[in-house]
């Protein structure tokens, strides 16, 4: 019999790394993994969480109320309470509604997806919150950071040259700002939202911590979106971040979400966290005075120079010391992990972040076992 001219010839298929090397994209093959570092045993202050966990009262009333949920259904109307109720909490202008995302992370790739055009740009100050190049990149779009300048401020006229220059469709403007923790001039940033072209989002990731805020004066503006999730609030673990934008932008953007992408468990923590928000309100409050304290112990460090914060991190910059060898940062970082406390290092980030370790802002105790093995990392004498 005749063979049948239709079936496919017989091949070998190569075997899995060059088939991954033909097939996967050479960008992610060149990228670095999000590594989160290991902290078992160690306290952990690296990724501002905040150190407080629900009493434990509200634990048991929690889990009686996440078990009585439908796990068998789809998430549904419950989301619309959940927008409803973060609207709220919020103080969300009117004719804005809000997009909900798996953590605020989620929301950053939705927005690169949704801005996904021929030539777009994304633009940020640098250093900033790294998933802003991260999602442009993987989504192909081209990604502009301008350095602040040396005190962590905007340098107004590279941002406004760079707007300019590159006409982005997003600009991400992070207040406070992470990893320096410091709120920008309002001017400049009015500056800034003026000059831009396309849309500008204020990611106010930090607002529990923060003096200032913009809610109160995106009302105005049809292309500025505020971004807030509820992780840095006391949820990180949950994952629910929202972005509030005018009503007919955000019926656009909420096109790209995945339409389940918050859970029935997320959501009906985030609404029971929302109904005790004083529970959260005053964990934020003793976070900003433990913040206070601790900026002072720093202040009275020789050789550690602190930065202004409004969030419940403080970016500190090390002198180098005898025994301190080449990289100060990359050093202290190591010691403070081998007494126990885990930081963040942010040598290798940027430039202007040399020297620099970012510390979060824990409970008293904590913040007090922080400073004290970063004392004893900063003597010579200690290996
Ligand atoms: C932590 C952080 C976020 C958000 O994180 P999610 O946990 O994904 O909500 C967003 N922006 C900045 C600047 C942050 O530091």
Redesign the pocket.
């Known amino acids: 019999m005749p063979l049948d001219q239709s079936l496919p010839v017989p091949f070998e298929r190569p075997p899995l790394p060059s088939l991954m090397r033909n097939r996967l994209r050479p960008d992610v093959l060149a990228m670095q993994r999000y590594l989160v570092q290991p902290s078992q045993g160690l306290l952990k202050m690296d990724a501002?969480e905040n150190p407080h966990r629900l009493p434990l009262e509200l634990q048991q009333l929690l889990g009686a109320r996440l078990g009585a949920l439908e796990l068998n259904r789809y998430p549904g109307l419950r989301l619309d309470d959940l927008r409803a109720a973060l609207a709220a909490h919020a103080g969300v202008p009117q004719g804005f509604e809000l997009v909900l995302g798996n953590?605020?992370?989620e929301l950053i790739s939705m927005l690169a997806m949704a801005f996904d055009r021929p030539g777009a740009c994304v633009l940020a100050p640098v250093p900033g919150?790294v998933?802003y190049g991260v999602s442009a990149q993987l989504q192909g779009l081209k990604f502009v950071g301008v350095p602040l300048n040396q005190r962590f401020e905007l340098d107004e006229p590279a941002m406004l040259a760079a707007i300019m220059q590159h006409q982005p469709s997003l600009i991400y403007l992070?207040y406070p700002n992470?990893p320096t923790a410091n709120l920008w001039d309002e001017a400049v940033i009015d500056r800034i939202i003026a000059a831009a072209p396309g849309f500008v989002v204020l990611?106010e990731?930090?607002q529990p911590f923060a003096a200032k805020s913009y809610m109160g004066r995106i009302a105005g503006h049809e292309h500025v979106l505020l971004m807030r999730?509820l992780?840095?609030f006391g949820l990180?673990g949950v994952?629910v971040?929202y972005l509030a934008g005018p009503a007919a932008l955000v019926r656009e953007l909420d096109k790209v979400r995945p339409p389940y992408n918050i859970s029935v468990l997320n959501a009906e923590c985030a609404l029971f966290a929302l109904e005790h928000s004083e529970v959260f309100a005053a964990q934020a409050r003793d976070i900003v005075v433990q913040r206070v304290v601790l900026q002072a112990a720093l202040a009275a460090l020789p050789g550690v120079e602190t930065f202004q914060s409004d969030a419940n991190m403080v970016l500190v910059r090390l002198a180098p010391f005898a025994g301190s060898g080449e990289d100060v940062a990359s050093t202290v970082f190591q010691r403070m992990k081998v007494r126990g406390v885990l930081v963040k290092n942010m040598a290798g980030f940027h430039p202007l972040l040399a020297n620099c370790l970012r510390l979060t802002v824990g409970a008293a105790t904590e913040n007090q076992a922080m400073l004290n093995a970063l004392k004893e990392s900063l003597c010579q004498a200690i290996q």
């Open positions: 501002m953590g605020s992370d919150f998933m992070a992470n990611d990731a930090y999730t992780s840095k990180a994952r971040g």
